[in-house]
Every structure is written in structure tokens, then in C-alpha cells.
Nanobody, 124 residues
Framework: VQLQASGGGLVQPGGSLRLSCAASGRTFSTLRMGWFRRAPGREREFVARINQSGAMTYYGDSVKGRFTISRDNAKNTVYLQMNSLKPEDTAVYYC??????????????????WGQGTLVTVSS
């Protein structure tokens, strides 16, 4: 599975940004997909996850109510809509694919494949 994340950039506090992650190499509709982020000097943090159909979503506590994960299986793409952005959301954001759920969706070890990351900077 190859994952290509895009959509990062510089945004002011309170602004919005939408990240995209295009997948190839495997039937996208069979993949559980997630987003993680890593801020400078910090551990990789779980952001969001979506199941194969898009009917089930999960979020990290720090982004609940502000971020929305979605997917378009016809376009082999998963999205992360980020609203009400804060400076503490500044990080490199990674999309990831999970081909076999083993019970801990918020752990990086659950995911088999990773994209290259896209930088989001929230600053005035």
C-alpha cells in the first residue's frame, strides 16, 4: 500500500484546513484508515480513525469536536477536515492504513503502512 498525504500548510489560529491521503496498491475499501501527528519533541499522537465503510469514526481527545475524518472509496482517498485550529495543533500529520485490526486503534503499532507526512503550522 502506498499513501500520499497532502494539504498541509500555514493557517492562522481559528482557521481550517483539509488534509487528503490518496492510497494505491490495494483495494482501498478493505483498509481501515487513520491519522496521526507528531509535534516537535513529542511522541506520535493518535488523531482519528475510520472504518472501511466510513460508518464508524474515532477521535483523539484533543481534537474531538474540531476535526472530522471521512473517506471516499471511489477516489481511494481519506480526508481530515480540521476546524478551529490552535497553535498546539502544529505538527507533521501522517495518514496510515490498517489491514488487520488487532484491538488498539489508537496505537501506531496497529497500522501497517504510513504516508510521508504533511506539515501543518498554526500561527498568526
Amino acid at each position: 500500500v502506498q499513501l500520499q498525504a497532502s494539504g498541509g500548510g500555514l493557517v492562522q489560529p481559528g482557521g481550517s484546513l483539509r488534509l487528503s491521503c490518496a492510497a494505491s496498491g490495494r483495494t482501498f475499501s478493505t483498509l481501515r484508515m487513520g491519522w496521526f501527528r507528531r509535534a516537535p519533541g513529542r511522541e506520535r499522537e493518535f488523531v482519528a480513525r475510520i472504518n472501511q465503510s466510513g460508518a464508524m469514526t474515532y477521535y483523539g481527545d484533543s481534537v474531538k469536536g474540531r476535526f472530522t475524518i471521512s473517506r471516499d472509496n471511489a477516489k481511494n482517498t481519506v480526508y481530515l477536515q480540521m476546524n478551529s485550529l490552535k497553535p498546539e495543533d502544529t505538527a507533521v500529520y501522517y495518514c496510515a492504513a490498517d489491514t488487520y485490526y488487532s484491538g488498539n486503534y489508537s496505537s501506531p503499532s496497529e497500522y501497517n503502512y504510513w504516508g510521508q507526512g504533511t506539515l501543518v503550522t498554526v500561527s498568526s
